[in-house]
């Protein structure tokens, strides 16, 4: 079983930054490709990031490209999402998975075999 725990959310002002952590468990961590999610209320999750096992490969979506960056540290076990010049709506809760199997990354939430347990975001105007 793998566990991942999100850590880094809170209340900051439009522009403003902050880093989110995703800490996993598990042997096989560098085996994984690991993205970030987000839910807004009364929303569907949705994709933000990806990253390949190796970190060689990121993937983005189209609202949040060239303003937050997905990295990983294989010794750590540990997967970033630095979030610049932060927008009211980014608000959400944002999740960290991995999706254990396949050799390439998804958008698509089905697709990830295991989740944390979320970290709110809150922009404020």
């Known amino acids: 079983q793998v566990l991942l725990v999100e850590s880094g959310g809170g209340l900051v002002q439009t522009g403003g930054s902050l880093r989110l952590s995703c800490a996993t468990s598990g042997r096989a961590f560098t085996t994984y490709f690991m993205g970030w999610f987000r839910q807004a209320p009364g929303k569907e999750r949705e994709f933000v990031a990806a990253?390949?096992?190796?970190?060689?490969?990121?993937y983005y979506a189209d609202s949040v490209k060239g303003r937050f960056t997905i990295s990983r540290d294989n010794a750590k076990n540990t997967v970033y999402l630095r979030m610049n010049s932060l927008k009211p709506e980014d608000t959400a809760v944002y999740y960290c998975?991995?999706?254990?199997?396949?050799?390439?990354?998804?958008?698509?939430?089905?697709?990830?075999?295991?989740w944390g347990q979320g970290t709110q975001v809150t922009v404020s105007s």
């Open positions: 990253i390949s096992w190796s970190g060689g490969s990121t």
């Open positions: 998975a991995a999706k254990a199997g396949g050799t390439s990354y998804s958008q698509r939430r089905n697709d990830y075999d295991y």
